[in-house]
């Protein structure tokens, strides 16, 4: 059985290895076939598909959107894109744009609280300057010995309700499946249990997605437990998508879930690859 790995993240965006290093990782983990889905970043994916070509693993363009529905932050995987595609890449840059801005806004409330010059510590974790996120700020905040780990920070900092949080404003829901379909790739619902979403709020989302032409969920992701797997496996029949499988891999001694290393789909759902080989 294959080995399908559709869900991680380079330097690029806020993961730890360059997409040649989460490519060889990948690859020595077994994967078969695998995505790099950088947080609104296609800028990886050449060095991505280079190096998985030259190990004898399939590759797969791939990208994860980052938007606003309802007040809430959504991701949206994309995956089979065509990465040169022009209007997919304008969204992207555009989805980009604010990200400094809202860096520097962070880094005054912080400063508010005690915590210095944050901006210029987050920026030295940053591999693209396009791209500071606030997982940048969470691996300063270790450094500066304010918290013991990254997912202390994301209790402490950063979230809706802690010093450091900033509201932001992505791509609408519309436009991140519009990109994603007009490059001709497969739009998927990141993560879905992750969300902070009623039950009615999330069948709201679950039916706009697919009237937009979302085909796609991830059941099986490092984000999920396994009585997720169950429930979103549900979702997926019933509302007749396509599963998918990513680790969300970020770095090693980072994210609890390596690359490749998550059970395989439920037997009984149809995967996102079903018609790709
Ligand atoms: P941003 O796009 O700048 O808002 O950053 C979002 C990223 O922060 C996500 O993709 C995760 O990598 C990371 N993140 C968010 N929440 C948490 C959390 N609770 N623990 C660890 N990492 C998190
Ligand atoms: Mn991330
Ligand atoms: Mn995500
Ligand atoms: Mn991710």
Redo the contacts with the bound molecule.
């Keep these: 059985m294959l080995n399908i790995d559709l869900h991680c993240?380079s330097t690029i965006?806020?993961g730890l290895l360059t997409p040649a290093g989460v490519a060889t990782r990948a690859h020595r983990n077994g994967v078969n076939v695998w995505a790099l889905t950088d947080?609104?970043e296609i800028s990886g994916i050449a060095a991505a598909r280079n190096t998985a070509t030259d190990l004898g693993m399939r590759h797969v363009a791939g990208v994860?959107i980052?938007v606003t529905w309802a007040n809430n932050?959504i991701?949206i995987v994309g995956l089979q894109i065509d990465e040169t595609n022009l209007a997919l890449q304008q969204g992207l840059l555009a989805t980009r744009n604010g990200?400094e801005q809202?860096?520097r806004d962070i880094s005054s409330l912080l400063g508010q609280v005690g915590i210095a010059n944050a901006f210029e510590g987050a920026l030295q974790y940053v591999g693209n300057p396009e791209l500071?996120?606030?997982?940048?700020?969470?691996r300063y905040l270790v450094e500066a010995g304010v918290c013991r780990d990254?997912?202390e920070?994301?209790?402490n900092y950063?979230?809706q309700g802690k010093p450091g949080y900033i509201p932001?404003r992505?791509s609408s829901l519309t436009d991140a499946i519009g990109w994603i379909r007009g490059a001709g790739g497969v739009a998927v619902i990141a993560h879905p249990g992750?969300y902070d979403l009623s039950q009615v709020q999330m069948g709201a989302f679950l039916d706009e997605f697919k009237q937009l032409g979302g085909l796609g969920i991830e059941v099986v992701t490092g984000s999920h437990t396994p009585d997720q797997y169950e429930e979103y496996s549900k979702v997926a029949v019933h509302y007749g998508f396509l599963a998918s499988r990513g680790s969300?891999f970020?770095g090693p001694g980072?994210s609890a879930t390596d690359l490749g290393a998550l059970p395989p789909l439920p037997p009984h759902l149809l995967p996102v690859w079903y018609d790709w080989f």
């Design positions: 993240h965006s806020d947080h609104d994860e980052s932050t991701h990200r809202r860096a500071i996120s606030r997982t940048h700020f969470a990254v997912n920070v994301f209790k950063l979230v932001h992505w992750r969300d970020h980072e």
